[in-house]
């Protein structure tokens, strides 16, 4: 999901010129703002998570499929080459894979 939202994002980047360079910013801060709103939801989201079955399980794989597509859109939104977009996302999913085991 990460290369498609690269291509899309990439030729996104080439429509609509140097616009194209301030989204990221914008999704940056947007991110900023809702990490900051001060939730502390993250326990219970866990066993929600463990304890899902059945549909709610092809909707959470749906969500992070969509969730990495959007990774990949803003990526492409940078015209961030192909090559170092993958060693980014390698990298990011080894540490992330560390990190839990």
């Known amino acids: 999901m990460p290369l498609i939202g690269l291509g899309l994002g990439n030729t996104l980047a080439r429509g609509i010129g140097t616009v194209a360079g301030y989204l990221p910013a914008a999704v940056i801060g ?17 066993g929600r998570i463990a304890a899902t079955r059945g549909l709610a399980t092809i909707a959470l794989r749906v969500s992070i499929s969509l969730d990495e597509l959007a990774i990949g859109f803003s990526i492409g939104l940078v015209r961030l080459p192909l090559v170092a977009a993958l060693v980014a996302i390698g990298v990011q999913a080894l540490i992330a894979d560390q990190l839990l085991h």
Do not use: K, P, V
Not at 30 to 46: K, P, T
């Open 30 to 46: 947007i991110g900023g703002w809702i990490l900051l709103s001060g939730r502390d939801e993250e326990a219970g989201a866990a």
